[in-house]
């Protein structure tokens, strides 16, 4: 890395579907430190269209983070770098702006299309394609979805993290990681999956550019150009997938160590030097989300903290507010529930009624209602915290089995780590070793791709060397100086 873009600071944008966060690094005696410097709200919200996001508030919300790392870092900044969600993407008019505010993928739309898509292209062969797992909130279904709509279905489209590069005067394209994720790149070749664009009548030629993590895709522009500390400022885009992100910000990842990506999602899971598209993988609907470096991040998606926040939101409009930290106490002192829920019911994917999704499944079960009045609350938050334990310790037993490792360390990244209940009963339901990486994991990744990117750390078509962004990930976290409060 050049000497001026060592003194240089840098920013990392990590937007989540809860919450969004800006983060600044700055360098002291040669050492990065790195503090979130701006937090905002994230919801989809519900219009007479169906659930979208508020692409605007987003963006206003990034470049509110943006001029605050102007103030704070007089001596300029390097580059930007912008990950989140997958799999939602912005439909563009001809002239660059969005067509509407783009669809969050928890809206229902999709239900018809995955089915009719797999009428044309059965999920068997469409996993032996893509090595994706089969959910219905795949931008392949999505696409489908703005078909069966009537929608243009020739309009550009990019995926939220490339969008809101876009939007700060990048090119458009959608980095490797966050592509993987749409289920409509071929395992082959890395590429758009020609044979199932044509099959299913989608216009390959709305779909961006596929580049490699840590690719520079254009300066900074706009508005924001006209500040002193933006000026010839780099557009990077690291690992686009905040999970992929997040798993490259772990220090150690050998044949024995598995991780969990713990937020809105658990994403559950391992490091392979390939994919895995075995029987096997298919049957129990494993997923291969490309990674930094060549690898393959081999894990399955598990309805995660979002359930939780989904019954403290209904809680709360009935008048009965509480906080995690509040929550713990009173469930650390309650029994193992007689019975477990199935976390991944497709009608807790969606939103809305939790609790009495809830109770509809212990019914189904021949167990008795559980309160949803205030004392009801530690045990409905103990059953999920049991159930989601119970439901990693099984995931975790899969992937030992398909992929020959002996599991015996579980790294768990992410906000969801600050569970300290949901962490032991984890260790104690997998029998396995749990380290507790970063509470900003995806924010830590970011960084690394840029400082790995900036020094020229490359491995040829396959982006940035997962070596040396392990090494700047090894570097921040060592230091403690990991992302705090504002």
Known sequence: ??????????????????????????????????????????????????????????????????????????????????????????????????????????????????????????????????????????????????????????????????????????????????ATHTGLVALDTHGWCEDIFKETGLDISAAPEIVASGSIIGEISGNLASLPEFQETQIIVPACHDTASAIAAIPAMGDDCAFISSGTWSLVGTVLSSPCVSEDARCLNFTNLGGIGGNTYFLKNVNGTWLLQQCMDEWERMGHRCSLQELLPACESLPCPPCLIDVDDPQLMLPGDVLRKINAQLERQGQPRLSTDRSGIPSIANLLFHSLAARYAEVLISIGKITGKKLKRLFIVGGGNQNTLLNRLTAERSGLEVILGSTESSTIGNFAVQLATLQGDWRSSSGVSAGAVMKWAEQMISHSLVPSGE
């Not at 503090?35 to 508020?54: K, Q, Y």
């Not at 943006?66 to 912005?90: F, H, M, N, Q, T």
């Not at 089915?115 to 032996?128: G, Q, T």
């Not at 795949?138 to 550009?156: E, H, I, R, S, V």
């Open 1 to 178: 890395m050049e000497s001026k873009a060592k003194q240089k600071a840098l920013v990392a944008v990590d937007l989540g579907a809860q919450s969004c966060r800006v983060s600044l690094l700055r360098w002291n005696s040669g050492e990065p430190e790195v503090r979130v410097i701006h937090r905002f709200s994230n919801a989809p919200v519900e219009t007479t269209d169906g659930l979208r996001w508020d692409i605007t508030g987003i963006f206003q919300g990034i470049e509110a983070g943006l001029r605050l790392a102007a103030k704070e870092a007089p001596e300029g900044v390097a580059s930007v770098a912008i990950d989140g969600w997958a799999v939602d993407y912005v439909r563009l008019r001809a002239i660059g702006g969005p067509v509407a505010d783009p669809f969050c993928y928890r809206d229902p739309r999709t239900e018809q299309a995955e089915k009719e898509v797999h009428a044309i292209i059965p999920p068997s062969r469409l996993y032996s394609m893509t090595g994706i797992q089969i959910l219905r909130l795949n931008t392949l279904y999505q696409l489908y979805a703005d078909k069966l709509a009537g929608l243009d279905t020739g309009a550009q489209w990019l995926n939220l993290p490339e969008f809101m590069s876009y939007r700060l005067g990048g090119k458009r394209v959608s980095e490797y990681t966050n």
